[in-house]
């Protein structure tokens, strides 16, 4: 975390503070289990802003019930309780801070498999430079002609390594194997294609093209189960499907409206961020609920603790 994040959120009484990310807070609940609670904060070029987005950690919590909830048949996930007074309950009757509503989720603690499952659908970010220097992703050789931001012929599992300092390395399937054994990676990857396929068809009826998205895989009990944020905007890059021309930079739904104003602004893209108007935090704020609304057909309004 940065010198200039803003606080993390103050922590439960008593449950002992395993993990700061830069968008969750993790604690040990005891008995194998976990409390991740979803924070407000954005970030932008890998810079924490200092105003946190009202509902951005519900819409992530909400989502990820949401998918694991779809996607159940396909893998198992981790989720215990969402509600906060089942939360209160299973820990024993402890008061919970009032504003980890819909933000907190109970979860069974696994073994992270030490993988970065990304899909990908399109070729974008990374992934594009790669392409365009290399003419492979992933170091993976692909089909010339591709542009930024075409349609790849199939979703691709490109995994990456965890790191748990600097920057994440893509590998290829091969290196994939070599970190997790020949078993594991097979299985994640035909798990990940699966999930990416059945969330790629939802979220183009809603309108979107899930271009790429990262999953995390953990073992509970000797299966290997979804963890961590499942399809949020901040796992996946999520584009206005009226907005997608190969060879051009799509829009990103969800942060569009950041990155807009802050390429107009002169900042180095180092800490600390510039201070953002109230109409850009606003603005992000009504995409990430309409993310959640239009992909999982819910109001966010039925969601725990949710302001808007
Ligand atoms: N069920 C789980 N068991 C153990 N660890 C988990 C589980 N779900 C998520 N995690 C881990 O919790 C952390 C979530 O915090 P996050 O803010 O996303 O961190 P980061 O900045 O490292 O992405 C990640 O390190 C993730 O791997
Ligand atoms: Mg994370």
């Given at each position: 975390?940065?010198?200039?994040?803003?606080?993390?959120?103050?922590?439960?009484?008593?449950?002992?503070?395993?993990?700061s990310g830069k968008v969750r807070e993790l604690y040990d609940a005891g008995e194998g289990r976990l409390v991740m609670v979803a924070s407000d904060r954005?970030?932008?070029?890998?810079?924490?802003?200092?105003?946190?987005?009202?509902?951005?950690?519900?819409?992530?919590?909400?989502?990820?019930?949401?998918?694991?909830?779809?996607?159940?048949?396909?893998?198992?996930?981790?989720?215990?309780?969402?509600?906060?007074?089942?939360?209160?309950?299973?820990?024993?009757?402890?008061?919970?801070?009032?504003?980890?509503?819909?933000?907190?989720?109970?979860?069974?603690?696994?073994?992270?498999?030490?993988?970065?499952?990304?899909?990908?659908?399109?070729?974008?970010?990374?992934?594009?430079?790669?392409?365009?220097?290399?003419?492979?992703?992933?170091?993976?050789?692909m089909p010339a002609g591709l542009q930024l931001a075409s349609k790849l012929e199939k979703p691709i599992f490109t995994p990456s390594t965890k790191a748990t300092e600097g920057h994440d390395l893509n590998i290829d399937f091969a290196a994939a194997v070599d970190l997790v054994g020949r078993e594991a990676a097979e299985t994640a990857r035909d798990i990940c294609l699966e999930l990416y396929r059945r969330a790629a068809a939802r979220t183009a009826a809603a309108g979107f093209v899930l271009a790429d998205t990262k999953f995390e895989l953990g073992w509970v009990d000797g299966q290997l189960c979804l963890c961590d944020e499942v399809c949020t905007p901040d796992s996946s890059r999520l584009w206005p499907a009226d907005g997608v021309v190969p060879g051009t930079t799509p829009a990103a739904f969800d942060k569009q409206p950041l990155r807009d104003w802050l390429a107009a602004q002169t900042w180095d893209r180092t800490p600390p961020p510039p201070p953002l108007p109230r109409e850009v935090v606003e603005a992000m704020s009504a995409r990430y609920i309409a993310a959640y609304e239009r992909v999982a057909g819910r109001a966010l309004a039925d969601w725990y603790g949710a302001t808007a």
């Open positions: 975390m940065t010198p200039d994040a803003p606080a993390p959120a103050p922590a439960a009484p008593d449950l002992p503070r395993l993990h954005v970030s932008a070029f890998d810079v924490i802003m200092a105003e946190p987005i009202p509902d951005k950690g519900r819409v992530l919590t909400a989502m990820t019930c949401f998918w694991c909830e779809e996607m159940a048949d396909v893998v198992p996930g981790t989720l215990l309780a969402a509600d906060p007074a089942a939360i209160a309950e299973a820990l024993g009757g402890r008061a919970l801070p009032a504003d980890w509503a819909g933000r907190a989720v109970l979860v069974r603690r696994a073994e992270m498999l030490q993988l970065e499952c990304i899909v990908r659908g399109y070729l974008a970010g990374q992934a594009w430079e790669e392409y365009d220097r290399a003419g492979t992703v992933h170091g993976t050789r």
